[in-house]
């Protein structure tokens, strides 16, 4: 470790610290007046920015839940391309995600060099915003190409869409720990910001279908209708990100933003981090099971349940228990630690899985069980998000260098990666269960239905397992440990304004 430490810390802490041979003591830094109210909970401007930030994502929410929920299924029952074009689609698009995904850490470096009369991050927002826009309204157009020209275009476009996609992502989510040293702050923050993720994923995932009968009905193509929903979540977009442009108030009292940075020392600051990997890698898991359960919702209800119209009803719960989870999460975590919210939301998560997949074909029954899952699941999200903004006051601890933009750009590549893979299985399992190329509900036979179910249900279980497992193994910052590092930053004069 570059940087000396002597700190108060908790007894995991303080075994992973001593293991690793630092000077373990307890103290009890003095801080100033400016750093005791953020940790309080008395931060400047922090009940105004809570609100306008969340409004910025609203319409961020309706384009991603457009691309990464719709686009397959556009595809496969829009313009019902055939197994071979699907199947090029699936592997090109995973290869291009994953690229897409590496250069994530690249747009994050050059974030957290941007300095001007906008700041670091609000410039991306705005033109990141923008350019995605156009490429979300084209993802969605039909031009008229043959399949083979057809699957160069689309796959060309969907990465182009990715890298503007990352630059106001990137810019959105790293501006959240540069509001506030205060974990109790941030949890807030990013509490409000994911109620209203949940009311923009709600909006179209609820709404798409209704949307696009309502232009049909008018004598609209259907391919032109979901056209035509692209382009007013793309106005959505800009509009709501234009509210945390102008609105937000970001800390001129200390300095939370992020240093330039060489592309060598970015890969640096990423990978000698070990605890943002680690914390990566659970969220990673994490995005891939819960990823393929919303993946799979109206193959579902389509193929299984046997009446895909249910599904805009079956939404409504998925709905109220995100909203919910976010809601009550700022009271969770007074009463719990972290991790033991994580312990207890994981384990329910797998026990609702279980009754998922044995209950009958209901709607109460099986709504009963997605307001629960996705009750707890919208709580480890929200645990992964603030696990991955502490890491940034570690890092800066551990490398003597500040870099949240960098640190959050493992965020897209973790959604793009995961929704990447997640395609790549309701693609496979398309294909092989028959769905592609079923007319009818009734061509799909019960191996078919069975593995629909399958990936959608016990899979996840096991990937939700599996990044509990890790962050119980790896992740070692908890509240108080990450307090004491503030604490330790402020003294060494890091937070310091220059």
């Given at each position: ?108 470096g050059l974030v957290d060099s941007t300095q001007g009369r906008w700041g670091q991050f609000k410039p991306w927002l705005f033109w990141g915003g923008l350019v995605s826009g156009v490429f979300s309204v084209l993802l969605f157009t039909d031009t008229g190409l043959s399949e083979g020209q057809f699957v160069v275009v689309f ?26 040293l205060n974990p109790k702050d941030r949890e807030s923050i990013a509490s409000v910001a994911k109620v209203f993720t949940t009311i923009g994923l709600f909006v179209v995932a609820a709404g ?291």
């Amino acid at each position: 470790m570059e940087v000396g430490t002597a700190y108060e810390i908790t007894a995991n802490s303080m075994r992973w610290a001593g293991a690793m041979g630092h000077d373990v003591r307890v103290t009890s830094p003095q801080m100033p007046e400016h750093q005791l109210a953020d940790l309080e909970g008395q931060a400047p401007g922090v009940r105004r920015n809570r609100w306008l930030f969340g409004v910025g994502t609203v319409g961020r929410d309706m384009v991603y839940t457009l691309v990464a929920f719709w686009l397959i299924y556009y595809l496969t029952e829009v313009l019902t391309l055939s197994n071979s074009a699907l199947a090029w689609i699936t592997v090109v698009l995973l290869g291009i995600r994953i690229i897409d995904a590496i250069l994530d850490p690249i747009v994050g470096g050059l974030v957290d060099s941007t300095q001007g009369r906008w700041g670091q991050f609000k410039p991306w927002l705005f033109w990141g915003g923008l350019v995605s826009g156009v490429f979300s309204v084209l993802l969605f157009t039909d031009t008229g190409l043959s399949e083979g020209q057809f699957v160069v275009v689309f796959c060309l476009v969907n990465l182009l869409w990715g890298v503007a996609w990352s630059t106001h992502d990137i810019a959105y989510w790293g501006m959240l720990p540069a509001l506030s040293l205060n974990p109790k702050d941030r949890e807030s923050i990013a509490s409000v910001a994911k109620v209203f993720t949940t009311i923009g994923l709600f909006v179209v995932a609820a709404g798409a279908l209704p949307f696009v009968s309502a232009l049909t009905a008018t004598g609209m193509s259907e391919v032109r209708a979901w056209t035509w929903l692209a382009v007013a979540c793309s106005v959505a977009m800009v509009l709501g990100m234009l509210v945390t442009i102008l609105g937000v108030r970001e800390r001129q009292d200390v300095r939370l933003t992020g240093e330039r940075v060489t592309i060598a020392q970015m890969w640096r600051m990423v990978f000698r981090n070990d605890q943002l990997l680690w914390a990566a890698a659970a969220y990673l898991l994490f995005m891939f099971g819960n990823g393929l359960t919303g993946a799979f919702g109206p193959y579902f209800f389509k193929y299984v349940y046997g009446d895909e119209e249910v599904f805009n009803t079956f939404v409504i719960f998925v709905g109220l228990g995100q909203l919910t989870g976010y809601a009550v999460f700022p009271m969770l975590t007074r009463r719990l630690t972290r991790g033991r919210l994580f312990t207890i939301a994981a384990a329910a998560m797998i026990v609702g899985y279980v009754a998922f997949l044995f209950a009958p074909m209901n709607l109460m029954i099986l709504g009963a069980c997605a307001i629960v899952l996705f009750f707890l699941a919208s709580n480890i999200m929200l645990l992964m998000l603030v696990f991955q903004a502490d890491t940034i006051e570690y890092g800066q601890w551990k490398l003597g260098q500040r870099n949240g933009a960098v640190t959050f750009a493992l965020q897209p590549f973790i959604n793009k990666v995961s929704g990447a893979l997640n395609t790549a299985v309701v693609g496979m399992v398309a294909i092989l269960s028959g769905i592609n190329e079923a007319a009818t509900p009734a061509e799909v036979s019960d191996g078919g239905r069975l593995l629909v179910k399958m990936a959608m249900l016990v899979v996840p279980a096991c990937f939700i397992a599996a990044s509990w497992l890790v962050w119980r193994r790896k992740f070692i910052i908890d509240e108080a440990l990450h307090t004491r590092i503030v604490g330790e930053l402020d003294l060494r004069g890091d937070l310091a304004v220059r």
